[in-house]
């Protein structure tokens, strides 16, 4: 593939990850290119399974459908909560993350964000506690997937926990660290709501170079009861634009870097 066809493939996966889906129209308006060109792109994504195409456009693959749990109560309300807020704050987490790094995905629905919107991006090394984002990226022939090892403890959440897990990440170092969490308090830190947990994310927030924690408004100024990392640990906080200057002030006065999207 051509550096131009990279860069106008690269465009449409980000016009489609904010929008879900788009017309033919749309990307020849958008990327001011031939039809021909755009129907070529869309045949080629569709075939390496990262979009589908739908009459007169595209749309991206949804996401997968973890089937023992699809008619879960708990699951779906914790996948949809926020979906929206989390979808725009995980493109904007992707942003970040440079070729040839090695990054760190905590389990959360919100990291869970993260690594699908890293499916067409290439030399990349992902490590994570999550088997759900382990699934979702496995068949990426850009990415690298490690999965700490560990037991899953609560099936809803998909997350590795215990020694195993604690020990893999001795042996890791990470340049991002994208940390999922239950609340985030510019004075108590970062909280999850239970203890195993947060030992397994806090192994991965020491091998981290740089922390980023990705949470919607609503996590903001929670505490809840399992410490994964005082405040001094983190370097970026990602949320939404429901977050109160007053927060963000709170955040920034502890020098961290708050983006609101």
């Not at 929008?19 to 001011?32: A, F, M, P, Q, W």
């Not at 949809?80 to 493109?91: C, M, P, Q, S």
């Not at 970026?236 to 709170?250: I, K, N, P």
Request: charged share 25%; aromatic share 6%; glycine share 6%.
């Amino acid at each position: 593939m051509s550096d131009r066809q990279q860069r106008r493939t690269d465009r449409i996966l980000k016009l489609l990850l904010h929008k879900g889906s788009v017309s033919v129209t749309e990307l020849i308006s958008s990327l001011r290119t031939s039809a021909p060109s755009i129907r070529r792109d869309l045949t080629r994504l569709e075939a390496q399974g990262l979009i589908r195409r739908t009459h007169g456009g595209a749309a991206l693959v949804q996401e997968l459908l973890y089937e023992p749990f699809r008619y879960d109560a708990a699951f779906q309300t914790r996948q949809h909560l926020f979906v929206k807020e989390k979808r725009h704050i995980a493109i904007a987490a992707a942003e970040l993350i440079q070729e040839n790094e090695t990054i760190g995905l905590t389990a959360g629905t919100t990291t869970t964000w993260v690594a699908r919107s890293l499916r067409h991006r290439s030399n990349i090394t992902v490590v994570t506690n999550a088997v759900n984002i382990g699934m979702e990226l496995c068949n990426m022939p850009g990415l690298k997937v490690h999965l700490t090892g560990g037991y899953v403890r609560w099936p809803w959440s998909f997350s590795l926990i215990g020694e195993a897990a604690s020990n893999f990440m001795r042996d890791i170092f990470l340049d991002k660290l994208f940390l999922s969490v239950s609340g985030i308090d510019p004075e108590r830190g970062t909280t999850t709501n239970e203890s195993d947990e947060a030992l397994s994310f806090r192994a991965m927030v020491k091998q981290a170079k740089e922390v980023i924690v990705v949470a919607d408004s609503s996590k903001l100024g929670v505490v809840t009861s399992a410490l994964i990392c005082p405040i001094q640990d983190v370097d970026v906080l990602v949320t939404d634009a429901g977050a109160s200057d007053e927060m963000v002030a709170a955040f920034a006065k502890k020098e961290i870097r708050v983006t609101r999207i």
